[in-house]
């Protein structure tokens, strides 16, 4: 564990040196959900203050077209019950990221070049806890303890911005799915069909070539399509070159592409919402799900058929994702907010080919505490009824509560306990044991520096 700890020391100076010298200020779209208000306050108060070193000339920096930032999201979590030993997990990544307005840089109007780059580190807590867990119980951890390149890419809308051209190396997520994570259990984090299909929906911070196309039907009603170079080489974690420089990686055979389509319904008024209702196809070849043998889980990853085996082709799935805001309970984002995300895969390659989450939100809990946040959700994961597993039509149920607490301008702690009952599904580990319901507590810390 030392080693961890002296990189992530590294790590974490070598970003803040990088904020320094480049004034950043921005969030992720993964892990850091709650973003520091803007504009920046003109008191430069340091528990006030939305970044950690203050200012540092971001604000003209942005009124130039270079909008530029840094942040650290760390997860701590412990096992009280279930699996097969009490224990502990500490997992996170630094982000940075930078956007720059080609309009004012450049004089193109609609344009804009983005940059985004993930380090994680860290452990699974289901690996280290032994819970047999299908979702992640600290969804932050996955994809290799590296540096990734998770997003490069040139955006340009058109035609007073009803449609906008987007292309570069992408994560799905960026563009497509549920986008919020504001809980640490995966079931309710990120996007979902990569939650489930993990094997090749890479979910953030694993990055493809990928070109987009979103298209304003109306103020409140947007189309969307993508494709997507999904290739399995991007998952590495020993090529450099694969999963950090933006070069295409050599593989054989070729995978195919990953196509997403999704309407967006967004209504506007006091009252707002994001109403996601789409699918995707992917063309690479598959097996059938009901052959013994031939359908193995990658904990947090889902199930991944054996390439080798079977002659059918194409792979699918529908999904629908509803965030929406209840009550107006005074200024700003005040008030009660809900989500409802349901996903259902192909049950031919699918070992996991359903789930469902449900949650609340609440910000302002306190009069007096008007940036403090609770929320609450409850979610399942079904296990594919005829995969070759003893927790084959299972159910995982997690149930999951949390408090923010805005410590500072720059700080936020959240507080959270998870119980996961039949952890993978029935709750028999690889072993084939049953195990009982897991209890975990945690913390999330997130930073901007």
Not at 35 to 47: N, R
Not at 154 to 179: A, H, I, M, T
Request: glycine share 14%; hydrophobic share 40%.
């Amino acid at each position: 564990m030392l080693h961890r700890s002296v990189k992530t020391a590294r790590v974490c100076a070598v970003g803040v040196a990088l904020s320094a010298m480049m004034s950043g200020g921005a969030h992720a779209a993964d892990l850091l959900s709650k973003a520091p208000p803007v504009p920046y306050a003109e008191t430069d108060d340091f528990w006030t203050r939305p970044y950690l070193f203050g200012d540092l000339g971001r604000t003209r920096l942005k009124e130039q077209g270079i909008d530029i930032g840094l942040s650290l999201g760390n997860e701590s979590v412990a096992n009280l019950s279930g699996g097969d030993r009490k224990t502990g997990a500490n997992a996170g990544q630094l982000w940075f990221g930078a956007k720059l307005d080609m309009a004012k840089l450049a004089g193109i109007p609609g344009g804009t070049v983005g940059l985004t780059i993930v380090d994680r580190f860290g452990d699974n807590l289901n690996s280290e806890a032994g819970i047999p867990a299908l979702q992640l119980t600290n969804e932050v951890f996955g994809r290799g303890n590296i540096l990734r390149l998770t997003e490069l890419y040139y955006s340009q809308k058109l035609f007073d911005n009803r449609l906008e051209l987007k292309g570069g190396r992408l994560p799905v997520g960026s563009d497509f799915f549920f986008g919020l994570c504001e809980f640490i259990n995966l079931t309710f984090c990120g996007g979902q069909p990569g939650n489930i299909q993990g094997g090749y929906i890479y979910n953030w911070p694993v990055s493809q070539w990928a070109g987009v196309a979103h298209y304003n039907i109306t103020k409140e009603l947007q189309i969307s399509v993508g494709v997507y170079d999904a290739n399995p080489n991007y998952l590495t974690t020993s090529e450099p070159s694969v999963y950090f420089l933006p070069g295409i990686p050599r593989s054989s055979p070729a995978s195919g592409v990953l196509v997403p389509v999704e309407l967006v319904y967004a209504p506007s008024g006091p009252l707002n919402g994001t109403w996601r209702f789409g699918g995707w196809y992917d063309n690479a070849s598959t097996i059938d799900g009901g052959l013994p043998g031939i359908i193995t889980t990658i904990p947090g990853v889902g199930g991944v058929p054996d390439q080798n085996l079977g002659d059918q082709r194409g792979r699918w799935g529908v999904y629908e994702s509803i965030l929406q805001r209840l009550t107006v309970d005074g200024p700003g984002a005040l008030g009660w907010y809900t989500f409802l995300n349901t996903t259902v895969a192909d049950h031919r390659t699918s070992f996991q080919d359903y789930q469902i989450a449900w949650g609340i939100k609440h910000t302002g809990t306190f009069s007096w505490r008007p940036q403090d946040e609770v929320g609450f959700a409850v979610g399942t994961t079904h296990v594919n009824s005829r995969a070759l597993s003893l927790n084959a039509g299972g159910n995982e149920i997690p149930i999951e509560a949390w408090y923010g607490w805005q410590a500072t301008g720059w700080l936020n702690l959240k507080f959270d306990a998870q119980y996961v009952i039949n952890p993978g599904g029935r709750g028999f580990n690889a072993a084939g044991i049953k195990t009982d319901n897991a209890w975990v507590l945690g913390m999330r810390t997130t930073v901007h520096f």
